[in-house]
């Protein structure tokens, strides 16, 4: 019971049209990878350009605090600049919790991220009491505590890369 010349052709037929169908599934399944990869590029681009907006803002104010405490600007600015410093250092935690490499973060920021998250915690937690001492009026409480709710170049030297030129 052989399947005689026109089986096999048959048979024959039907493996190229599998092997043709498999081969575009296969290309198919490429470019629509290729595809992605644009927009998975910009979103990344996109949540590492949000963690710069961030803690160039944080930056600022943390400079605008640091003036109001030495007296600098109106000591009614107190409660309002300490209050962006602890906005912004939560708001930095948030935008670390992606882990989407990139930007000025050293791979340290990754490998070591217990270390980096609970830095971070620390920090907005910190800024959070700093900026209520600030709503109390208490400006010696705040300048006590700016040493833990800014330890800018601590956490910067460890998990950031340095400005190239």
């Avoid at 024959?12 to 498999?22: G, I, K, T």
Wanted: aromatic share 6%.
């Amino acid at each position: 019971m052989g399947m005689g010349l026109g089986g096999s052709f048959r048979a024959a037929s039907a493996r190229r049209v599998a092997l043709a169908l498999c081969g575009c599934f296969a290309l198919l399944s490429w470019q629509a990878g290729k595809a992605a990869e644009p927009a998975a590029a910009a979103e990344a681009e996109g949540i590492i350009f949000e963690r710069q907006q961030i803690m160039t803002k944080l930056d600022q104010d943390a400079d605008k605090l640091g003036k109001v405490v030495a007296g600098l600007l109106p000591a009614d600015q107190l409660a309002p600049a300490a209050r962006a410093v602890a906005e912004g250092a939560r708001e930095s935690v948030e935008a670390f919790q992606q882990h989407v490499p990139g930007g000025r973060s050293k791979p340290e920021v990754w490998s070591n991220n217990a270390d980096f998250t609970a830095k971070m915690e620390k920090f907005a937690t910190s800024a959070e009491a700093m900026a209520k001492a600030a709503e109390a009026g208490d400006k010696g409480t705040v300048l006590n505590l700016m040493v833990d709710a800014l330890p800018c170049k601590e956490c910067h030297d460890t998990y950031r890369e340095k400005k190239r030129p």
